[in-house]
């Protein structure tokens, strides 16, 4: 009788050490319960696989018997052996070869079609959807730039810097119509984490990229859950809790609202291809970082706010899909008629208040031509392709660097931009240190015209110069615009040891900007307030820059 309750006591306690390891593997591993989850099949196999080791030395012990018995029998005699357990091992194989089915099934191998239809691509006209480039609007800083200056203001806080240290998020987004990177502290160490988790991290980075304007945003109400806690206020065990059955993206994004507000954007992934085929995205959750509560949205119910759902890279091999896949797979792999793909490297673009992935596309034959550019909508994955023919953006770079090689530096990826109706690459030029030394603006269609400037406004004028030595008209295309009107208010300010004159234009609120150190310009000594004036300026800036009196 004692032998009896005992062996159920054991029992008892053998099945409560199970579930604890178990809980504890799912605590750590976060898998999703969902079949489409390879995580939650390799955790299948790893639960059967333990309980037919258990089975298996159960049934041993009560046989004495001793695994090394095993050697010498043939295969089907080893299972027979096992009793039960040898079940659980069918039950796997079965399982394995379902996988192995789903794997097949599931690639584009068979399914080429489907993946090259995965993404719906729009022909677009360059010049009707890409309006000229307003420079106050254009994000200047890479996110390596953006780095710097975010741990440069991060060593400036002092009440914060011993315990906090800035993420590497550096998310591109628009707020409130403004491109800027936003990105949270984290906590410093494992030990500070434990001496400040009960306060929570109190502010995150945000970065104007196009003014470089740095500011720590202090939180009235801290951030509590974040990649960097531990335990439950962890984002990924707190999203896994919430929603068990969701496939997270691998990449959450962290964000602000218009009015500031931190949330993470966590995309949940579709297969709409077999088992584990063809990913997108289907569901967005929405979690406030501050108090943890979540909204669950369809993909074409996410707020207009939120800017990003799909990932660069997701939306790059999307694209290469439907580029690579017209006529089949093999002809992807062997003849590639007609095959086209992205350039090995993208950059953001801001439009309709959206944040656009922004890549050239080239043939498959690895040239240093591309056919077009591609523009992808990261809240909406909308795609557009601009058929515009010249150089990839590895030989823009070149060519810009071509012009400062006595200086050694790096172009960053380009910006596609609007110039006086030319499509334009626009890249910053780094020194070593990673500080932005110089600006470059190099024609896409005509690689070799190349603008150089100190500051943007400098390399708008150059490339203003250029294009018209080339017989492109400026004020015809945009780049220049003329105004006229009475002088309202006239004043002369010092700007790095130049004189320039500031001056405002009666019933209109443009303030514009007449370096004297222009010889065109200096007859505006001979203007007084009330007199009328005629100009020739670049729109865009604040002030705008006059380029003529006419």
């Known amino acids: 009788m004692k032998n009896g309750k005992k062996k159920i006591g054991l029992t008892f306690l053998g099945i409560v050490a199970l579930l604890a390891a178990l809980f504890l593997y799912y605590y750590i591993t976060l898998p999703a319960i969902n079949i489409h989850s390879t995580e939650t099949w390799w955790s299948i196999f790893i639960i059967l696989l333990i309980l037919a080791a258990i089975l298996a030395i159960r049934k041993f012990r009560k046989e004495q018997k001793n695994f090394k018995d095993l050697a010498g029998l043939p295969p089907r005699s080893k299972l027979k052996e096992l009793g039960a357990a040898k079940y659980i091992l069918y039950l796997m194989a079965v399982l394995a070869a379902v996988l192995i089915v789903g794997i097949i099934l599931s690639s584009p191998i068979v399914n080429a079609k489907k993946y090259q239809n995965l993404m719906q691509v729009q022909e677009r006209v360059f010049h009707q959807d890409i309006s000229q480039a307003d420079f106050s609007t254009i994000p200047i800083l890479d996110k390596d730039s953006a780095s710097l200056l975010g741990n440069r203001k991060m060593g400036s806080m002092v009440d914060m810097v011993s315990q906090f240290e800035v993420a590497d998020d550096y998310s591109q987004i628009n707020v409130n119509n403004r491109p800027v990177r936003v990105t949270p502290l984290v906590y410093a160490s494992a030990i500070k984490w434990l001496t400040n988790q009960s306060n929570g991290i109190p502010a995150y980075i945000k970065i104007d990229m196009t003014t470089q304007d740095t500011e720590c945003v202090k939180l009235d109400q801290p951030i509590r859950y974040s990649k960097s806690e531990y335990f439950n206020r962890n984002i990924y065990r707190h999203l896994r809790f919430k929603y068990p059955t969701y496939i ?89 008629k007609d095959c086209l793909q992205t350039t090995n490297g993208y950059n953001y673009i801001a439009l309709d208040d959206d944040v656009w992935v922004y890549s050239g596309v080239t043939s498959v034959s690895g040239d240093q ?63 070593a240190a990673g500080l932005v030394k110089k600006y470059a603006m190099v024609n896409i269609q005509k690689y070799q015209w190349v603008a150089i400037g100190d500051t943007i406004t400098d390399c708008q004028k150059a490339y203003s110069e250029l294009l018209t030595t080339n017989g492109i008209s400026a004020t015809e295309n945009g780049l220049v615009e003329e105004t006229s009107g009475k002088i309202a208010n006239l004043m002369s300010v010092i700007i790095d040891g130049n004189t320039h004159i500031y001056l405002t234009l009666e019933g209109k609120e443009d303030i514009f900007d007449i370096d004297m150190a222009n010889a065109n310009l200096i007859q505006i000594v001979h203007y007084q307030i009330g007199d009328r004036i005629k100009m020739k300026y670049i729109p865009g800036r604040d002030p705008q820059t006059v380029t003529e009196l006419p």
Not at 260 to 268: A, L
Not at 388 to 412: K, W
Request: aromatic residues 14%; contains cysteine; hydrophobic residues 40%.
């Open 248 to 336: 997270f993206d691998n990449q959450i994004f962290f964000e602000i609202d218009d009015e500031g507000t931190p949330y993470w954007i966590c995309p949940v992934k579709k297969f709409s291809i077999g088992l584990f085929g063809g990913q997108v995205i289907g569901k967005v959750v929405l979690c406030n970082a501050q108090d943890g509560s979540c909204t669950s949205y369809e993909i074409d119910e996410v707020p207009q706010w939120v800017d990003k759902v799909y990932q660069a890279e997701l939306l790059l091999n999307l694209y290469d899909y439907s580029g690579t896949l017209k006529h089949g797979f093999f002809n992807s792999v062997l003849g590639q």
């Open 369 to 431: 031509s591309n056919v077009g550019f591609v523009l992808m909508n990261q809240r909406t994955m909308e795609t557009r392709f601009y058929k515009v023919e010249g150089a990839i953006e590895d030989s823009a770079m070149s060519s810009a660097e071509g012009q400062v090689q006595n200086l050694g530096y790096h172009a960053t990826f380009p910006l596609l931009l609007n110039i006086a109706g030319e499509p334009t690459y626009f890249m910053a030029l780094k020194d």
